[in-house]
Nanobody
Framework: QVQLVESGGGWVQPGGSLRLSCTAS????????MGWHRQIPGKQRALVAR???????FYVHDVQGRFTISRDNAKNMVFLQMNLLEPEDTGVYYC??????????WGAGTQVTVSS
């Protein structure tokens, strides 16, 4: 079983930046795709970005050009650099990993608040 722990959330003004980090532990040998999801108030949790172990990244349209996902396989970590943050980005951000084809490992989440 994989355990995921996020860090780096907080409050920032519109236009600002935050960097989220996620550390994986446990049965990580089978990990390939990892990613970040977010739950915006009043909406369901949804994918933001994902990255394979080879570094192939995908972003949803709303964050393209503003967010960058990366990973350090040696340290079992994945990151989300968030720039030009907007109030609409406010929500709880979850690190997740795909196991056996599904998003099955989740962190507890970290709050991101963008407001003036």
């Amino acid at each position: 079983q994989v355990q995921l722990v996020e860090s780096g959330g907080g409050w920032v003004q519109p236009g600002g930046s935050l960097r989220l980090s996620c550390t994986a532990s446990g049965n990580i040998d089978s990990l390939n795709t990892m990613g970040w999801h977010r739950q915006i108030p009043g909406k369901q949790r949804a994918l933001v970005a994902r990255i394979t172990s080879d570094g192939d990244a995908f972003y949803v349209h709303d964050v393209q050009g503003r967010f960058t996902i990366s990973r350090d396989n040696a340290k079992n970590m994945v990151f989300l650099q968030m720039n030009l943050l907007e109030p609409e980005d406010t929500g709880v951000y979850y690190c997740a990993a795909v196991e056996r084809g599904i998003w099955s490992a989740w962190g507890a989440g970290t709050q991101v608040t963008v407001s003036s």
